[in-house]
């Protein structure tokens, strides 16, 4: 109607008068993925990943990669799991079956190192993977966010290279309410977001003096599906801080 667009229209150019650039440089990072080796305290995070997502795991001298998985969250569906060198050859692909709870999947990649992982929930379910002791990232990046449901379940771990001034996270929450916060190595709440971001939202954080060279933390909570981008440094976290790649 002609009152809905004029509205819109006018919450458009009060959003441009009030909008300020984030000033933040884009990171572009490598897949040359080593163990971040940083020590951190701190707990562990719980998400349930829902749609495709991308990550990274080392897989161990015996070639198979053992993950704790829980199926057909959300909806009652099966998720497949596949394995690929960084060229992008499948090395393996396992189906998990709907009704699978908090059991070890094995997935012989028939070789050690690094690979990737693709996490595909089939027909709009969830699925909750724990990475244990297994160094891993899953990316979480402008182009490719970490899409997950019911939140972060605790913190998710990231990096943020010595030298860095200033980075920001996206949010977008399609379910409307979302809760962000962002927690420095000093366990310093930096930064605590609620609202309604449907169309996305990025956040920009300020690294303290010191901060630099170090992990960071943060949670997603109070809401539903939610969507996670890094900018500004490398795009990826890890459920704990003994294990991300970087």
Excluded at 56 to 74: A, Q
């Amino acid at each position: 109607s002609p009152e809905t667009a004029a509205r819109v229209e006018a919450d458009f150019q009060q959003d441009l008068q009030e909008y300020q650039p984030m000033n933040v440089e884009r990171v572009n990072y490598s897949e040359n993925l080593v163990p971040c080796r940083l020590q951190a305290e701190g707990q562990s995070g719980r998400p349930s990943y829902r749609g495709v997502n991308h990550a990274y795991v080392v897989v161990p001298e015996d070639g198979i990669v053992r993950l704790k998985v829980t199926t057909g969250l959300v909806r009652g569906r099966e998720t497949i799991l596949t394995l690929e060198d960084l060229d992008g050859n499948e090395l393996a692909t396992v189906q998990v079956p709907a009704g699978t709870e908090d059991e070890e999947v094995s997935i012989e990649a028939g070789r050690s190192g690094l690979v990737r992982l693709r996490i595909e929930p089939q027909g709009g379910s969830a699925v909750r993977i724990a990475f244990g002791t297994l160094a891993h990232a899953a990316v979480a990046s402008e182009d490719n966010p970490l899409t997950i449901s019911s939140g972060t379940r605790g913190p998710l771990w990231f990096y943020v290279p010595a030298g860095t001034a200033r980075f920001a996270v996206r949010i977008n929450t399609p379910d409307h309410h979302g809760r962000l916060r962002v927690f420095a190595p000093d366990s310093a709440m930096v930064l605590d977001e609620s609202g309604d971001y449907v169309m996305g939202e990025a956040f920009a954080v300020d690294v303290p003096e010191g901060m630099g060279g170090r992990l960071w933390s943060l949670t997603i909570d109070k809401c539903e599906d939610s969507g996670l981008a890094l900018i500004g440094v490398p795009p990826l976290v890890a459920q704990s801080p003994d294990a991300l790649l970087v």
